[in-house]
């Protein structure tokens, strides 16, 4: 059979053939990025589906508009706009047709995908950054350029340079707790980036599926509120949000803001792909966004989270010693660590992780999140499924691996 010459450029993601690994008895996981279902509202969720099937089912059940459910359109700008409570600084205006809704926000890097790249265009991204955007892009034929990143997010100087070298045909950036991460983008620089991209006219993308996932302290506000302050800057940036990390993943609904333009042609290429989003779950998602019962759900999983990481560092620090370094994350749902090869003990994740299997615990190895350049001694961790008690018992287990 003779398969299309793009897929030369892909494989398949070195995550999802991890879980293959993960059927072991007893194994403890801490590779993958899910968030944690026992953590779901999952009354809500019901009484919103009873009610969007109890009222006027046919509509919900039926073919819809491309650009989404207009309820659900309406109740994502009321979401933006209430950010933070009255007049903050994460509020940010976004109008209902200023939006479309999308299967998940990976289809809508899907879509900026086919709208944007040609064969041979350069993107830049974070090194690391999140592996399927990698695919994604390559798949239609991306040249993948990483910019280099420490605890603050991307470096902008060392960002400038490569916009300088490459003419990028955007940036794609996860500002906010990033996968794989864990960094967060400082407020300077967030807005070193958007007049960046007013200056040098290159499209910003910021994806923040993780951005309400913080544990004490609210993040800096997002490139796309920031927009409002730095004239022009709206006119270069995309936002990809989702309800998959907060509310569901198995509701499937995210969502790009984008120029008009953009936006028009995204649309017409999801057109082409699945007509539109289901309306069931965007009707669902709709109704439970006005039950008001998200930010006592949102309250549960930062706290559940923010124990989960505590606990993860103080094991780490205890257990693995100088073996490995790592930046403790204020939010989302990972740690990016590095085995430093300390006297002696071990220094490739790969092998690492090879001894963990054996000893009854996964994490990814940190070289497939690379579009080049890998770093062979990076790995990632997520304490998002995994309670308190297994948590310390799986980095016990990490500690017999080295």
């Known amino acids: ?236 940036l995309a936002h990809c949000g989702s309800f998959s990390k907060i509310l569901s993943p198995g509701l499937r609904v995210g969502w790009l803001i984008a120029p008009t333009e953009l936006l028009a042609k995204a649309t017409m290429c999801k057109q082409f792909s699945d007509a539109h989003t289901s309306n069931l779950t965007q009707a669902i998602a709709a109704h439970y966004l006005g039950l008001n019962r998200l930010d006592a759900t949102l309250e549960l999983v930062r706290k559940t989270y923010a124990e989960r990481a505590t606990v993860m560092a103080e094991s780490l620090r205890r257990e693995l010693g100088d073996a490995i370094a790592f930046n403790q994350p204020g939010g989302g749902m990972f740690f990016w660590a590095r085995l430093t090869g300390a006297r002696g003990q071990i220094s490739s994740a790969a092998e690492f992780a090879r001894r963990s299997i054996d000893k009854g615990v996964a994490f990814v190895p940190g070289a497939p999140f690379y579009a080049h350049d890998p770093d062979p001694a990076t790995l990632r961790l997520s304490f998002a499924t995994v309670g308190l008690e297994r948590i310390e018992e799986g980095i016990g287990r990490l500690r017999l691996a080295l």
């Open 1 to 236: 059979m003779q398969f299309a010459e793009r897929l030369n450029t892909i494989e398949t993601s070195a995550i999802r053939e991890l879980f293959k690994l993960l059927g072991k008895p007893g194994i403890i996981s801490f590779a993958g990025g899910f968030p944690d279902p026992a953590l779901f509202d999952t009354e809500g969720i019901r009484i919103s589906a009873d009610a969007v099937l109890g009222t006027r089912p046919g509509p919900v059940l039926q073919y819809g508009a491309t650009e989404g459910y207009q309820p659900l359109r309406e109740a994502i700008s009321g979401f933006y706009a209430a950010k933070g409570g009255p007049a903050n600084a994460a509020n940010v205006a976004v109008k209902p047709d200023g939006l479309i809704v999308t299967t998940g926000s990976q289809q809508a890097l899907d879509l900026i995908g086919k709208t944007l790249i040609s064969p041979g265009d350069r993107i830049i991204v974070e090194a690391p950054t999140f592996l399927a955007t990698i695919q994604c892009f390559r798949l239609y034929g991306a040249h993948i350029i990483g910019a280099p990143i420490d605890a603050d997010g991307v470096v902008v100087d060392e960002l400038e340079k490569l916009i300088t070298l490459h003419k990028p045909k955007l940036i794609y950036l996860i500002p906010t707790f990033g996968n794989p991460s864990g960094a967060t983008l400082s407020l300077e620089r967030r807005k070193r980036i958007l007049e960046l991209a007013v200056r040098t006219q290159t499209l910003v993308v910021e994806d923040d599926p993780y951005g309400e996932l913080y544990f004490t302290e609210p993040p800096p506000p997002s490139l796309l509120a920031l927009s409002d302050h730095v004239p022009g800057s709206r006119d270069w």
